[in-house]
Every structure is written in C-alpha cells, then in structure tokens.
C-alpha cells in the first residue's frame, strides 16, 4: 500500500496520523478547529470528557521522551481513554522482529491505538502497516522522518497568536538537518499556506536539498530574522557537537543563538517557538526563552489540546459502525 | 398543528409565565438558567430576558458528551460551554429547543455533573416531541408535538424564532 495514503480511510478522513505529507489543508485546518475546541476542556472544574470511554491508548516509545509522552498520556486521560505507557529498549538487532511480537502481544490484549516513537524512520509506518484493522496508530517522533503531532501544535501556537498562516514569514533556526520537527513543520507550513519559509543554519546541519523543499535558506541568522513574524528554534542535539558537523557550544551561540539583541531584527511582535528541550545558552538565551516574545510554554499546553485532537479524530475511524 | 405556524415568540412567553410559577411553587429564588446550542441557546436568552434572572446566561455545547460519537464523530467547531465556576448547591433550569430521544439531556446533564454538584437541574423545552428513548421530561413545555420517526423539527433564528418540519436521517 502506498506509504502516504495508508493513514486515511475510504472515505478519506483520518485513520493514523504518521506524517503531515499527503494531507490537505482542509483536514489540517479540522484538526486545528478541532484542538480550539477541545482546549476549553482544560478550564473545567472536571479536566475530561467522555468521548474515549472503554477505549485503551498504549503509548510505545522505543525512545526516551518526557513531554511528548506525558503530554500524549494526559490528553487520552481527558479524553476518558484508559492509557497504557511501555517503554522499549531494543537493540537494533532485534528491533523488527521484536516491534512486531510487542505489537500481537498488546493486540492480544485488546489495545485500540499505538502511539508509536522510534529512533528510527518508518516505525511509525511499519507498525500501522503491520496492526489490526480496528487499531490506529500515532507518530510520536520517527528517527530523522517526522513528528507530525509536534507540527501540528505548533501550527496551532502560530494561529492562536496570529490568526492566520497567510503573509506570514517564519523562520526555522538550528539542526535543521537532524531534525524530524522541522521537516514536519516546513510540510505543515507550506500545506497551511504562509507566505515565506526560511531555514537558518551552518551549512553542515541544513541538507543539501532543503530548496527543493520550497524554503528559503540562510547562513547568516541576522540575516534570516529580518522582518520575520515567526521565529522557530530547535535543539541542538548536544551528542553531535563533537562530530564534525559543529566546532564548540560556545562558537554555536555566537553565531546561531537568539539573543535579545538579534531578535530585534525581527518584526516588533515576533513570537518565538521552541520543541523542547531547551538549551539554553546553546540554541538560546535564558532572557529570550524567560521573556515576553517567548510561547514556548503555551506550546506544551497547545499540545495536550492538539493531541486530544489527533487522538479523537482518528479513534473516529478505527472502530467499525455498530448500528 | 402546523409547526410553522405556531408562534414562537409568544410561546416562549408563555414558558417564562409558568416558569415563574414552577419557581414560586418550589420556592427557588435565584435559579441559574443554562441553553443548549444552538437553538436552546436562543429560547433560553428569551427566558433568560423575561424572568430578569440575575445570573448571566449559561451555555452548553454537548458535542464531547454525545454517546454516538464513534457512528457521527465531532464536528470541529464546537463552542465551550460556559458555566459559573462555582455550580455547587446552585438550581439550575436547563434550556432546549427540542426534548426528542432525551440523549441530549443525558449528555447535558452528564456535563453540568462535570463541573460541580448543583442542587437541583429542572428543563424547559420549547418543544416536546413524540420518540422519547430515555426516562427524561420536561417541567416546562412551549408546545407537544405527535411527529413520525423520519420527522424532525427545526428551529431557525437566532432573530425571529420559527419552526419547521424536515424529513432528515440526522437524530435531533
């Protein structure tokens, strides 16, 4: 089956949520429509709505991860869904056969949804490829590929402060190269339809063809913050500081960091995003991550209510019609 | 009756008189009054005007409560509900359009549960109709209707309040 029509139904709606290509900006914007809603759930008295009743999530992280897990977790919990969390360490010897006696085993036990992170491209894929027909499944971070749900949310942060993704510039800063956010972000940006994307970064951690992927690219950070609405940094993944890809932590900084004095270039009310974790003083300094122009806590509450959207709506299509 | 022929405005006044006098009967002083989207909402404000409640309108949207959501899903836009924070203790008339299978007064009840633990919940519908799947009824009713199952009943508004007939599969 084809890898990128593999996540809708016959009826095109969602059926798994791997990767942000292939997908409509309709189905992008229902989701986001989908997540405002949903987000008032966090303001009730009772933090829970009974759409997921009787249903059970498993979260199967095959990688560690603390926000996106616990974020995953409690947006099933307010959804009423009972939430299984197992954390896999596998070596990479092993890894297919074992995904695939992890995935019949917990099957067995009458699971619903797989929300799935992977250290490596695919295992999102190969595992809904793989599940019973009734059991949807989530990519939570696969390797280099995507993490759509991560996307998505910031997706949503962006319209929550902007109200719209058209005549916006956005600027993506960092490990562009390494990184699976970014990849999802720049596909759900252009699909969302703003005006201009830009990547920013050494020439060792943008790949090679990201103007093929409709981006601007700059080495330069001044120079690619200028009039920016939207400013994106991502983490620099401290284990390759010592390959051949980055000189210090300390050169990074002076070159790539977001300072107070390089946000100026920006426009006056830029807001500035961050996946987490952060570090700070590498990708970012503490005063702009602390300040004002900062979102990046309000990306984590985002990311329960887009979660609980993600969940429900393809939890609409993995159980059969019961008339 | 010709549903489009009953008029709704006067009806709904005639809600807010024996509303007033279920009220005095039962010795409640400061009811708060909750409408269900869409049209609840809309009957409600006119309740709302004419008994001079001094609460503010609260409103509901059922959407995450419904109990066929696997079969119709979740429309994306559904409005939050606004309900004081604090429902403890209080009385509560809750306001719909159309009281048909009472699965929408389940949910709304199921919801106003969600967020505290009211003293007493009395409805007022517009419009009672024949199908009840649920031991649910009205305390105030504006008109009863003996409708066939493939029939359903519409308000329009939000200006001018008026009824219709459609033949729709879609459960009211």
Not at chain 1, 8 to 32: A, P
Not at chain 1, 64 to 89: C, G, M, Q, Y
């Amino acid at each position: 089956m084809d890898k990128h029509n593999i996540q809708l139904d016959e009826n095109g709606r969602l059926r798994h949520f791997l990767t942000i290509e292939g997908l409509k900006r309709e189905l992008l914007v229902e989701l986001l429509d989908t997540a405002e809603s949903l987000s008032s759930v966090a303001e009730q008295t009772v933090k829970k709505v009974p759409l997921l009743r009787g249903k059970t999530v498993v979260n199967l992280f095959f990688e560690s991860s603390t926000r996106t897990r616990t974020t995953f977790e409690l947006a099933a919990k307010r959804l009423s869904a009972d939430v299984l969390n197992i954390n896999v360490n596998v070596s990479a010897a092993t890894k297919g056969e074992t995904l695939l006696d992890t995935l019949r085993n917990l099957e067995a036990m009458n699971c619903d949804m797989f929300i799935v992170r992977h250290s490596e491209s695919g295992a999102a894929h190969f595992v809904a490829r793989h599940a019973a027909p009734h059991v949807s499944v989530i990519n939570a971070g696969d390797g280099r590929h995507a993490h759509p749900t991560q996307a998505m949310l910031d997706m949503f942060t962006i319209r929550r402060h902007k109200g719209t993704f058209h005549n916006l510039t956005v600027a993506i800063v960092g490990d562009v190269l390494h990184s699976r956010v970014a990849r999802s972000q720049i596909q759900a940006l252009s699909t969302l339809g703003v005006d201009e994307i830009r990547v920013i970064g050494p020439r060792t951690l943008i790949p090679q063809e990201a103007e093929t992927l409709g981006v601007r690219v700059f080495h330069d950070l001044r120079e690619g913050l200028r009039d920016v609405d939207v400013i994106i940094m991502l983490r620099l993944q401290r284990e390759r500081m010592h390959g051949a890809f980055l000189p210090s932590e300390h050169e990074y900084f002076q070159l790539y960091g977001l300072t107070e004095r390089k946000l100026e270039l920006a426009r006056p009310d830029a807001i500035v995003m961050h996946p987490g974790p952060i570090n700070r003083g590498v990708e970012i300094d503490s005063a702009v991550a602390d300040g004002p122009r900062s979102v990046i806590l309000q990306q984590v509450t985002h990311g329960i209510a887009m979660r609980m959207a993600i969940i429900s709506r393809t939890m609409q299509h993995s159980v059969p019609a019961v008339s | 009756m010709d549903p489009a022929s009953i008029d709704v405005e006067a009806t709904i006044r005639d809600m807010a008189e024996r509303l007033r006098a279920v009220l005095a009967k039962r010795g409640l002083s400061a009811p708060l009054m909750a409408g269900i989207y869409t049209g609840g909402v809309w009957v409600a404000e006119r309740l709302h005007a004419a008994l001079k409640l001094a609460d503010p309108l609260s409103t509901l949207d059922i959407s995450f409560y419904r109990d066929d959501f696997t079969r119709v899903g979740v429309h994306p836009q559904v409005r939050p509900s606004h309900l004081p924070v604090n429902i403890d203790e209080r009385h509560i008339i809750l306001v719909d359009d159309v009281l048909h299978t009472g699965r929408t007064i389940r949910a709304a009840l199921n919801e106003i549960f969600d967020y505290g633990r009211p003293a007493s919940i009395m409805l007022a519908a517009l419009v009672e109709r024949s199908g009840r799947e649920l031991p649910i009824q009205a305390d105030v009713v504006g008109v009863s209707l003996d409708l066939a199952r493939d029939q359903h009943i519409k308000l329009h508004g939000p200006e001018q309040l008026r009824l219709s007939v459609v033949h729709a599969r879609t459960r009211g």
